[in-house]
Nanobody, 120 residues
């Protein structure tokens, strides 16, 4: 069983930045495709970013502002978020998949989430 634990969320003003971390068990980061998703209150979970062994891909809404990366030695995935917007207030989740996917239904393992609140 893959274990994922997110951290780094908090309160930030519009235009501010946060870096989220996802600590993974075992060798998950080097073995699986890793994704970030977010779920605003009362809405469905949506794709944010994905990182595989060979490429990265971002939702159109975050391109140029967010960066996904990993530190294999620390078995940790990061999401650097810049110029945050109020509508990006959500619970942010990291997830692991056997393949390169943007569909949350195709991810096998999930963390518990970390809350990001962007004030207006």
């Amino acid at each position: 069983q893959v274990q994922l634990v997110e951290s780094g969320g908090g309160l930030v003003q519009p235009g501010g930045s946060l870096r989220l971390s996802c600590a993974a068990s075992g060798r998950t980061v080097s073995t699986y495709t890793m994704g970030w998703f977010r779920q605003p209150p009362g809405k469905d979970r949506e794709f944010v970013a994905v990182l595989s062994r060979t490429t990265t891909f971002y939702a159109d809404s975050v391109k140029g502002r967010f960066t996904i990366s990993r530190d294999v030695a620390k078995n940790t995935v990061y999401l650097q978020m810049n110029n945050l917007k109020p509508e990006e207030t959500a619970a942010y989740y990291c997830a692991a998949s056997r393949g390169f996917n943007t569909d949350s239904k195709l991810y096998d393992y999930w963390g518990q989430g970390t809350q990001v609140t962007v004030s207006s």
